[in-house]
Structure formats: structure tokens, C-alpha cells
């Protein structure tokens, strides 16, 4: 069974610009979550979706929104891009029934915004 | 609020010898418990869960937690640590009371073993 697949690995963006990050999650996998990685915050939660809908949202500005498409593939969206939007986004699936359900993650998008 | 704290950023420890990656915990009711461990320039990998049980709970690469209520702690722990085994670890907790995959992580802990 493939794993959680993100594209692309690597972003170089410049501020101001947006951009689009992708997650295929495990096949069967109806919840995506995404989450930012960062050396001084650590993981925060970003939101999480489930058969389409906006489950749960982390304290993140407007800026970042997402989206859940009928194949469970999911899209995160970040405008108007400031340099401290650098860091790691990953993004995890599962199965999304119950909080015993294991989160599988992928191998993440770096962005680096100059 | 929930929380979780992994005291120490980084742990050192000799091949061939015991490791302990502590974890505490501050969730109101039964909180579920999580090990993640990450490799360089990778997503998280999931070791092991408390759901409820036994206490000690084992999981994947000879890895093994132990969850005391009394002291909210879920500490993971390997009896024999190995080189391969150096990355940083990331204990998490997330509300049973929801099917929500709202994860709550620790700062996360990097272990290095010593040739």
C-alpha cells in the first residue's frame, strides 16, 4: 500500500507571492491533517479534514486555508507569503473515525520563503 | 489546555545501553498517547499508542513506553540503544472524547547514541 505522498519536496518562494501544497493520504484514508514544522515552534497543528469538511482548525492566520477533495486528496493554500512561513509542512493521514486511529505522515514540503 | 513536555531537547547515550525519552502530560480524562520518531529531512513515523491496558506498552524496533496516570508521564525506552536509533522523538496526546485528528505534540526530544 503507498504511503502519504506530498508534493513537491521543496518550495523557494519569495514574500508576498502564495502557493499550493499537495497530500495524496493512504488509500481508504478519509482524514488529512497538515501541520507546520518549525526548529522554534515545533509541530502545530494547522486543520484537519475529513470526507471534505473542515473538522478542526489550529491558531493560524486566514492566510492559510485548505481544502479536501471526493478523492480524499487534499490541497493547504498560503497567501500573501512572509518570511516566517519558512518550515516544513507535513501532512498526515488516517483512517478518521475514532482518536485510537494511528496518523501516517508524509515526507513533508519544505518552503523556504526569501 | 492540553499540553504535552519533553524535558530534556536532547539525550545522550552509548550504544549497547539502556535510553529513556521522558514524556508528561496535561489533558483533563483518559488522554491517548503517541510515540513519533523522525529521521533527518522525513515525516514522523509512529512507534507506539496507550489506548488502555496493560501499562507497558510495546511497539515497533524494540521500543517500549510506560504509562503512569499517577505521574502523567509515558516515558519510551529501548533496553539496548543503537546507532540507527538517533533521531528526534516526539511524544503526542490526543482528546478521546473526539474523533478529531487534532494531535497535540511535544517539542520533541533528540536522541543521539554514541558508537
Known amino acids: 500500500k503507498a504511503g502519504v505522498t506530498q508534493t513537491p519536496r521543496y518550495l523557494i518562494k519569495t514574500r508576498g507571492q502564495q502557493v499550493t501544497l499537495s497530500c495524496s493520504p493512504i488509500s481508504g484514508h478519509r482524514s488529512v491533517s497538515w501541520y507546520q514544522q518549525t526548529p522554534g515552534q515545533g509541530l502545530q497543528f494547522l486543520f484537519e479534514?475529513?470526507?471534505?469538511?473542515?473538522?478542526n482548525k489550529g491558531n493560524f492566520p486566514g492566510r492559510f486555508s485548505g481544502r479536501q477533495f471526493s478523492n480524499s486528496r487534499s490541497e493547504m493554500n498560503v497567501s500573501t507569503l512572509e518570511l516566517g512561513d519558512s518550515a516544513l509542512y507535513l501532512c498526515?493521514?488516517?483512517?478518521?473515525?475514532?482518536?485510537?486511529?494511528?496518523?501516517?505522515f508524509g515526507a513533508g514540503t519544505r518552503l523556504s520563503v526569501l | 489546555a492540553q499540553s504535552v513536555a519533553q524535558p530534556e531537547d536532547q539525550v545522550n547515550v552509548a550504544e549497547g545501553n539502556p535510553l529513556t525519552v521522558k514524556c508528561t502530560y496535561s489533558?483533563?480524562?483518559?488522554?491517548?498517547l503517541f510515540w513519533y520518531v523522525q529521521y533527518p529531512n522525513r515525516g514522523l513515523q509512529f512507534l507506539l499508542k496507550?489506548?488502555?491496558?496493560?501499562?507497558l506498552v510495546k511497539g515497533s524496533y524494540g521500543f517500549e513506553a510506560e504509562f503512569n496516570k499517577s505521574q502523567t508521564s509515558f516515558h519510551l525506552k529501548k533496553p539496548s540503544a543503537l546507532v540507527s536509533d538517533s533521531a528526534l522523538y516526539f511524544c503526542a496526546v490526543r482528546d478521546p472524547r473526539t474523533s478529531y485528528d487534532k494531535v497535540i505534540f511535544g517539542p520533541g526530544t533528540s536522541l543521539s547514541v554514541i558508537p
Open positions: 479534514y475529513f470526507s471534505e469538511t473542515q473538522r
Open positions: 498526515a493521514s488516517s483512517q478518521g473515525q475514532t482518536a485510537k486511529n494511528i496518523q501516517y
Open positions: 489533558v483533563s480524562g483518559n488522554p491517548y
Open positions: 496507550y489506548i488502555t491496558g496493560d501499562n
